[in-house]
């Protein structure tokens, strides 16, 4: 998500700066991939590059591609195949043994759903969401970026195979996992689930919160921060924080709403504090709950909420993770903050946290492809 904010602040910089623009988005992938489908960057005019397509072996040649899509005003997918051991041919030296197919699309401010325009509607509102591509490997056609599914809503420029686009994208919301489909006419779709923003809602405003924050905000997550002390608890000293409040626990969720995205560690430092906003946490649908502290606290913490006539269930404990953090030698408060982040993602995207060089399955979980 942080990518798409991204190209997005670029986006409106561009045009008030009167640039042209297009977006290349990487649509299918075959083999071994620096970057999955999904993978966006924005291309301006003048050269300027927002995002990535690749590890940085691409973004030279796409620069011109891009900018040949622009001058033509018209959608091109280019095909970079490097399974070729011989990819120096290329001369792209991917090194990754795969084949991408990158869709570049033209940015056109007057049409009503135009890709930028689909993305904004997608970060305007907190949930699940499916965006549909439409491609192809094989015809000069392609008609590009045009569906926004969300359970309250479609919007759509594509009127071919409309029907079973949403369909499609209802199965994949359903799913929550992205596919490809392949339509009767030869067309392709690229049906890619997108959750929120992720929300990290730190309740601890003292200075070992400072590099959490700062760790978040170079991942793009959305953050809130919040204490019961008004002198810790301000935007000066939480500068990438989306929200600072101050707040006692029982007035907490009167500003901040739970998702399946929100996710929660308390670190103040205040037994009192952390004890009772948890009991309110697990009350709610919740994803992710860290406790600073050693094990003895949290174990403490369930006994004296179940004492008080709390009935907390097994898959809720497991939800809460105390000591918070992975087991990566972590000393220092960055450190420890690191640690928390990465527990954090690997737990969201239910992965194990262990060494790749150990993992013998690929890498990336292959998107699945159906045909029509």
């Given at each position: ?31 071994s ?7 966006r ?6 050269g ?5 397509i ?37 001369g ?44 192809s ?5 392609q ?78 997550w959305?953050i ?77 913490m ?10 907390i269930s ?16 972590a ?25 790749l060089k ?15």
């Open positions: 998500m942080r990518e798409i904010l991204a190209i997005l602040n670029s986006f409106e910089k561009a045009e008030q700066q009167g640039k042209r623009s297009a977006l290349a988005t990487v649509v299918r992938v075959e083999g991939s620096y970057r999955r489908p999904g993978a960057m924005l291309v301006t005019d003048d300027i590059l927002t995002g990535a690749s590890g940085g072996c691409l973004e030279g040649d796409a620069l011109r591609k891009a900018l040949s899509a622009i001058n033509q005003q018209e959608n091109k997918l280019v095909t970079y195949d490097t399974t070729d051991e011989d990819d120096a041919k290329f792209v030296q991917l090194g990754c043994n795969g084949i991408v197919h990158i869709l570049f699309e033209p940015i056109d401010s007057l049409e009503e759903l135009n890709p930028i325009k689909l993305l904004k509607a997608l970060v305007a509102e907190r949930s699940n969401a499916v965006l549909a591509t439409l491609f490997l094989s015809e000069p056609l008609p590009g970026t045009g569906l926004l599914f969300r359970p309250a809503a479609v919007n759509s420029r594509f009127s071919l195979e409309a029907s079973s686009l949403i369909n499609d994208s209802a199965e994949v919301l359903n799913n929550e996992r992205s596919i490809f489909k392949t339509y009767s006419n030869g067309l392709e779709a690229f049906l890619e689930f997108l959750p929120p923003n992720l929300h990290l809602v730190i309740a601890g405003a003292g200075n070992d919160a400072q590099p959490l924050v700062e760790l978040a905000s170079v991942l793009g959305q809130s921060v919040l204490d019961g002390r008004p002198a810790y608890a301000t935007s000066g000293r939480f500068q990438k924080a989306d929200q600072v409040l101050v707040v006692k626990p029982e007035q907490v969720f009167n500003h901040i709403s739970v998702d399946l995205q929100t996710v929660f560690v308390l670190m103040t430092h205040n037994y009192n504090y952390d004890l009772a906003l948890m009991n309110l946490i697990l009350e709610k649908e919740f994803s992710y709950l860290g406790m600073l502290g050693p094990k003895k606290k949290l174990e403490r369930f006994g004296e909420l179940e004492d008080a006539g709390s009935i097994d898959e809720k404990k497991a939800k809460v993770h105390g000591p918070v953090g992975l087991d990566i030698g000393e220092t408060a960055e450190e420890i903050a690191l640690s928390i982040v990465a527990e954090i993602k690997a737990v969201l995207t239910d992965r194990s946290a262990k060494f150990d993992k013998k399955a690929p890498i990336h979980v292959k998107e699945t492809a159906l045909n029509g």
